[in-house]
C-alpha cells in the first residue's frame, strides 16, 4: 500500500457522524431474556438513553436523534402504551435538567396534539429549558412517522401557494421536521432488525445503518464505540465514483 492510500485510509477510519439517529428497539425482548415484565424493559430502556448520550458526546457528535415512539405505536395494547408514555413523562421531567447541565439541547420532532396536557407541556419544559445549549443537540421523535411527516409537508405546501413549478428538494426539506438539522449520516437499530420502520425515510437517504444484535437497554458505550467504529470504515459515495 502506498503513503497516500495509507493516509486515506487511516482519515476514514477516524471519521466521525456529524448525526447519529438511532431505532431503539428490544426493550420488551430484553424484558422476556430477564423474566420481567415488558414495562420493565421500556423503564430500562429509558434509563439507558443518558448514558448513550454522554457516549455519544466524549465521541464528537453532535447531533443525536432516537426513535422514541411511532405513529403506529398507539396501535400497541392500551395498557401498554400508557406505560410507555408515563414512563417517557417522568423521564423527560427527571433527566432534562441534568442533560441541561450536560449542554444538550432538546428539540422534539413529531406531533403534540395527541399528547396528554401534561406530556406536552414537559416536552415543551425541556425545548425551552435547553433551548440555548450547544454542545449536542438531542432530537426525540415522539409520535413521529415518516410518511406522516412528509404528509404534512406537502400539505402546508399546498397551503402556502406554492407553485409547483417551485417545489424543489430544498422547499420541502424545510417543511419537515428537521428543517435546520442535517440529514443522518449514521443510522443504527438494536435488536438486530434491518427495518427502517418509517423512522427519517427521508432524510436518510444517503444514511449508513449499522444493525446489531444487542437489545436497547444493552446497548452501552462499548456498543457506540463499535458503531461509530464500523462507520468510519465505511467509503460515502453519494451516488458518485470515488
Do not use: C
Not at 471519521?15 to 431503539?24: L, N, T
Not at 411527516?149 to 420541502?172: F, H, M, N, P, W
Amino acid at each position: 500500500m502506498n503513503t497516500s492510500q495509507q493516509t486515506s485510509d487511516n482519515a476514514q477510519l477516524l471519521a466521525i457522524p456529524k448525526h447519529v439517529a438511532i431505532i431503539m428497539d428490544g426493550n420488551g425482548r430484553w424484558a422476556t431474556s430477564q423474566g420481567r415484565s415488558r414495562s420493565d424493559g421500556h423503564r430500562a430502556g429509558t434509563d439507558n438513553i443518558r448514558n448513550v448520550i454522554k457516549a455519544f458526546v466524549q465521541h464528537g457528535v453532535d447531533y443525536v436523534t432516537l426513535f422514541a415512539f411511532s405513529t403506529e405505536n398507539w396501535d400497541r395494547p392500551g395498557e401498554e402504551v400508557q406505560t410507555l408514555i408515563s414512563i417517557i413523562r417522568e423521564v423527560i421531567r427527571k433527566e432534562s435538567e441534568d442533560l441541561h447541565q450536560e449542554g444538550v439541547r432538546i428539540q422534539h420532532l413529531g406531533r403534540l396534539d395527541r399528547l396528554s396536557p401534561g406530556l406536552q407541556q414537559a416536552i415543551l419544559d425541556s425545548v425551552e429549558l435547553t433551548k440555548n445549549n450547544t454542545r449536542l443537540i438531542l432530537n426525540v421523535a415522539f409520535d413521529y412517522g415518516g410518511r406522516a411527516e412528509i404528509t404534512s409537508a406537502v400539505q402546508a405546501i399546498i397551503r402556502d401557494g406554492v407553485k409547483a413549478e417551485d417545489i424543489t428538494e430544498e422547499l420541502l426539506a424545510g417543511y419537515l421536521h428537521t428543517d435546520g438539522i442535517p440529514d443522518p449520516d449514521l443510522i443504527i437499530r438494536t435488536a438486530g432488525e434491518l427495518r427502517l420502520s418509517n423512522f427519517l425515510i427521508w432524510q436518510a437517504a444517503y444514511a449508513e445503518y449499522y444493525s446489531t444484535p444487542v437489545y436497547w437497554p444493552d446497548f452501552d458505550e462499548t456498543e457506540v464505540a463499535k458503531a461509530i467504529e464500523a462507520y468510519g470504515q465505511r467509503q460515502r459515495r453519494f451516488g458518485k465514483v470515488l
